[in-house]
């Protein structure tokens, strides 16, 4: 141990940085995700029904997209912060965050009002397949706005994870998520014990969206209101200090992101939606059963490469592209590793999901799991890819390919669905949508690495 330290204490620059931020985020994403393992019985046993449980996770995926919708603000800011925060120029740090959180803010408020209307032209009941004697049109209705509501104030005051991106203390998103889940079970289990099993179903789903909205939020204002009061004092957002100049150069490649953002989305993100449509609501839980355990070395990847992307701008903002070889290089032992181990966990399944949900949960089907398994792979290794493009800001090739993927998606699930109807066929799709991409990046970065170490020697 005290060699580890020895180490530790002797690494320079971003190595050291990099290092401590997977480390906490290790710890903290660790509790995280003992947590969550709790979120899904915990569901299961506030609703008693796949049904409305399917439809209630699918509600959220489907207004979880608006965040998404930010013109690539979030990530755009996270690029420009790095130079002015490296340069301590205050003046320029000031402006991109007044101009990132005004802008926000009016889009944040357009699509409130216009959206808050519009929803009630649609039958909620028919979009997620759900009967009326199950859940109501008009509750239905309700949730999705109240969803809306809550996501719309997410949207605006998850700025504050950008900027911790941008200064590289990327551990503190993880403890808010964190703190999001703790809050969560709190609502969840503490309804349970003072008897929301006797409320109706339309009830309970009304109450979890007015829960969703504290759970969510809370965390990010307190974290917004601790971050301007201390280590960005002077910085607070203020509508003097917005400038055009500065709001258009954040979403000048927050555009380039926000295309990237849907059309990742368009392929990993609606598989929901495809289930509920194509073969059936009550699919979506099994669905996700799969899908957290197979996308777990995916999320612990995450951990690691979230303070990289940073680190990456820094880098090739200094010209030191022989690090960020390196850095490539290693990543991709470590993507090859990942995969191999989504395989290595198939025979173990079983166990896992009967200690985890209980025995009566589902019988593994081990076909499914290769599948799940390729798809889990894949996730892996984009995370990698896409961080390292995202890093140096390179995004044609993600441009190109996820295009192509999205545009691919839809036919492919309906195709498989028609096929062999079962929601394994939506997965098949995203596993030949994202498998282009996660060939031809690689090989393309590699290239150019190497031609900028060439250039740079």
């Known amino acids: 141990m005290q060699s580890f330290l020895r180490k530790f204490k002797n690494l320079q620059g971003a190595n050291k940085t990099i290092l401590l931020n997977i480390f906490l985020s290790f710890i903290i994403k660790g509790g995280s995700l003992i947590l969550s393992l709790f979120t899904l019985p915990a569901y299961m046993r506030y609703f008693d029904n796949n049904i409305v449980l399917g439809t209630w996770l ?40 007044s101009s990132a959180y005004i802008s926000l803010s009016v889009i944040a408020l357009i699509i409130a009002i216009v959206g808050y209307y519009i929803l009630g032209f649609f039958n909620w009941n028919e979009f997620f397949g759900v009967k009326e004697n199950y859940i109501s049109n008009i509750v239905l209705l309700a949730t999705v706005r109240i969803v809306l509501i809550g996501t719309l104030l997410q949207f605006v005051l998850r700025i504050i994870t950008s900027i911790l991106y941008a200064m590289q203390k ?20 503490g309804g349970l014990v003072l008897g929301v099993d006797h409320a109706s179903v339309e009830e ?66 609606t598989n929901e939606f495809f289930i509920t449509w194509f073969i059936g609501a009550e699919n979506v839980v099994e669905y ?23 680190a990456v701008t820094k880098a090739k903002a200094e010209n030191n592209y022989k690090w960020i070889n390196k850095l490539n290089n290693t990543l991709m032992l470590v993507g090859v590793f990942g995969i191999i181990c989504e395989f290595l966990m198939i025979p173990f399944l079983q166990p896992i999901i009967n200690l985890w949900l209980g025995e009566d949960a ?4 081990y076909l499914y799991s290769l599948i799940f398994a ?9 995370r990698i890819i896409s961080t390292m493009s995202n890093g140096f800001g390179e995004l044609k090739v993600q441009m190109i390919f996820l295009t192509l993927g999205a545009v691919l998606n839809f036919p492919l699930a309906y195709f498989f669905s028609m096929l062999f109807n079962s929601y394994i066929s939506i997965v098949i799709a995203n596993i030949v949508s994202m498998l282009p991409y996660c060939i031809i990046q690689p090989i393309w970065m590699k290239r150019y690495l190497n031609k900028k170490c060439m250039e740079n020697y």
């Open 374 to 382: 390729v798809s889990g792979g894949l996730f892996l290794w984009n």
């Open 58 to 97: 699918t509600i959220v995926s489907l207004l979880t997209w608006i965040i998404n919708f930010d013109l690539g603000i979030g990530n755009g800011l996270r690029n420009k912060l790095v130079v002015p925060l490296m340069k301590k120029d205050n003046q320029a740090i000031k402006k991109y965050i």
């Open 288 to 310: 996700q059963i799969y899908f957290k355990l197979f996308t777990l070395l995916g999320t612990l990847a995450a951990l690691a490469l979230t303070p990289i992307w940073s």
């Open 362 to 365: 589902i019988q593994v089907n």
């Open 170 to 189: 990327s551990f503190v998103p993880n403890l808010l998520q964190l703190c999001t889940t703790i809050l969560l079970l709190i609502f969840i289990y």
């Open 204 to 269: 309970n789903l009304i109450r979890l969206a007015y829960a969703n909205i504290v759970t969510v939020n809370l965390p990010l204002l307190v974290t917004s209101i601790v971050v301007f009061g201390s280590i960005l004092k002077g910085c607070l957002p203020r509508l003097s200090l917005f400038e055009k100049k500065y709001a258009q150069e954040v979403m000048k490649i927050g555009i380039a992101f926000l295309w990237l953002q849907i059309m990742y989305m368009l392929i990993n993100n």
